[in-house]
């Protein structure tokens, strides 16, 4: 007895451990950096951003093996139902690392571009978020959720404001960005937390809650539509669709009508600069099919464009990106070119850009079909598994699966960035145990 009460203590402590971290990422880092640009010293933010974010990796990852391995063992039995995921992720990790020493910049590929800081010492820092994820129980979980959306609407709140006052708190940033260096970086956020934001609203039980859910919502929708990165746009679009069907089994398809008008709506009439965004993104992908159609289908995959190819310019010039990201993965399809490494390849043909802006054809090309293929399988896994107990879970629960898909849409048209990625690597880790249990998980 005497036993068992000092194990519930020690988990207590390390929950308590596992939730300051998370508040200190979701929370913290988004003040640190609003205050670094009203101090306009814009040059310390990444260094912040990477050194903070490894810090609480780090920390967690001691905490893990402190609780589990040292403490209590028995624990770990939790984790047997993941074990297929965990090796498949396992495996993509020692691809990124062979890739990385067999790159033709290995520090590089350690350290990763300053800018983009997707090195091996990034992607082995997100084993500590995605065990940040498996470890916060249910109550904690419902906590980080809720002051992640709440943080995400008052960044909107700020970032829709009149341009002065945007300009005295993100002063060092680009129009529409938030704390996020690129509106794309914003979008992936903003994609995340418009999901999450949805399923709370199914999930609070008061009606105030809500109500406030729902105003959050809203905001985060009119944000994304106006920071027009239609990549997120049309991931939100397919799980809002994906969620008619989970609204329908549940009986909540009133709750369903409060999201999808709204969304409709502002989708139509929302006007920024003089410009219908999702109107004009629309007709723009019609034309980008019509010529995909007509230069890969009716003509046949080419090796090689001329410049004057339309093919090179679809989708705001990612036809070029993915062109060449094909291109590059038939030189070295086994290992790649290592993390980080692709942009002076794409700089040789003169493309100013250092990432296919698709995370698949992204890894393919760093660390190699095979690693590519052994994160889209685990990540596959829990899908399936989350989609095949959909309605059979609690709506936190079934918000895991729902923002993993979205990433997954999102990541076809995007990159990881290492400030955004940890967000959705710390709710993978909640999807990868939660959804793969035969129970929910309880609130101790």
Known sequence: MENE???DLIHNIAQKIYLSLAIIYVLVLPIIVSITCILNARDYILFIWHMLTLFIS???????????????????????????????????????????FLSSDITLSIFGEEYRGNGLI??????????????????????ILHILCYVSFLIAIITLFPNWIYNIVFPSYAKYSGIFFHINH??????????????????????????????VFITLVCMLIINDTFGSYLAVLFTLLLTLIYCIKKKIIVHYIFLIIPFVLLSLFVKIDNRYPVYENFKSLAIDVGIV???????????DYDYDSQILYVGNYRGALWVYAIKFIKEKPLFGFGLDNIGKEYWYYGIPFDMPHNLFLNLSTTIGIPGMLFYVIGLLIVII?????????????????????THFVSSMFGNTMYYVTPYYVIILGMGMLSLNERKNLSNN
Do not use: P
């Open 186 to 215: 914003y979008g992936y956020y903003l994609a995340y937390t418009i999901i999450i934001s949805a399923y709370l609203m199914f999930n609070d039980k008061t009606k105030i809650m809500k109500l406030i859910d729902l105003i």
């Open 122 to 143: 990034s992607f082995f820092s997100y084993i500590g978020y995605i065990l940040l994820g498996i470890s916060l129980n249910k109550k904690n979980r419902n906590i």
């Open 5 to 7: 009460i000092k194990l």
């Open 385 to 405: 598994r989350g989609i095949k107990n959909y309605s059979k879970k609690s709506h936190i629960d079934n918000l895991t699966c729902a923002v993993i898909i």
């Open 58 to 100: 780090i920390l967690v990852f001691f905490t893990f093996l402190i609780e589990n391995i040292f403490i209590d063992r028995q624990n770990l039995k939790k984790l047997k139902s993941i074990k297929t995921i965990l090796i498949f992720f396992t495996l993509f990790l020692i691809c990124s690392t062979i890739s990385t």
């Open 293 to 303: 159609k007509e230069e890969v289908i009716d003509n046949g995959i080419q090796d």
